[in-house]
Structures are given as structure tokens and as C-alpha cells.
């Protein structure tokens, strides 16, 4: 029995990134969401809540400016807007209502920059 189950498991990935898009500091929601249930060994059915962290992060940042459409270059330097992880995790719980606890979003937010780092966004 327990031999069956065996080889009866397939051991494949619940997603896959594209090794190809390291250092190309192109922001994929969809990469990003599979890159941290990876790192997270989390299960497929995890996908859907952490883009919902993830897309917290972005209207958050939105709303408190740390992030444009029309991104200005010469404004960026004038900006001393700093990412509050803690605040960031509040508005998620709060406002955009995600259904993960404190801690959980903590830990995406902070793989997330491990994805920022494979991408090229931001370094150690």
C-alpha cells in the first residue's frame, strides 16, 4: 500500500518561473506570485491568496504614492516615501480584507524581495 502511494504521487511543480527573466527588472505579477509559493513550498491552492497580498502591495502602494503610472524620473529622487511593511500588512488585513493572517503576509512581502533581487529590481 504504502508503495503504491509511492509512486503514485507526481512530484511536480504548482507552477513554474521562467529562469530566462532573471535580471530583466520586468515586474510580473503572475512570476512573482509563483516564485514565492515556491520559495514558500506552499500548494496550488495558496496561488490565489498570495496575488491577493501581492495586489494589496500594489494598491497600497498606489495609495500612499509610493508608486506612479507616470513614473517621473527627476520626481523619484524628491521622494522620502518609505515602505512601512507593517502598515502595508494592516491595509491587506484591513482594508483590502486578504484572507491570510499577519504573520503569513510578512513572510510573502519578504520573499517577495528575493524575487525582486531575481529580477534585478533591487539588490542584497
Known amino acids: 500500500m504504502t508503495l503504491l502511494s509511492f509512486f503514485g504521487c507526481k512530484n511536480e511543480p ?3 518561473v521562467n529562469e530566462n527573466n532573471a535580471g530583466k527588472e520586468i515586474y510580473d505579477l503572475d512570476e512573482a506570485t509563483c516564485f514565492i509559493a515556491l520559495k514558500l513550498n ?3 491552492s495558496d496561488l490565489n491568496l498570495i496575488r491577493d497580498a501581492l495586489l494589496a502591495e500594489m494598491n497600497y502602494m498606489e495609495k500612499t504614492g509610493l ?3 507616470n ?3 527627476e520626481s523619484e529622487s ?3 516615501a518609505e515602505l512601512d511593511i507593517n502598515q502595508m500588512v494592516e491595509y491587506a488585513l ?3 480584507k486578504v484572507d491570510l493572517n499577519k504573520d503569513e503576509l510578512i513572510k510573502i512581502y ?3 524581495i528575493e524575487y525582486l ?3 534585478g529590481v533591487v539588490e542584497e
Request: aromatic share 4%.
Open 14 to 16: 504548482i507552477c513554474t
Open 42 to 44: 506552499k500548494k496550488k
Open 110 to 112: 519578504d520573499t517577495e
Open 78 to 80: 524628491e521622494t522620502n
Open 117 to 119: 533581487m531575481f529580477i
Open 67 to 69: 508608486t506612479s503610472d
Open 94 to 96: 484591513n482594508e483590502e
Open 71 to 73: 513614473p517621473n524620473p
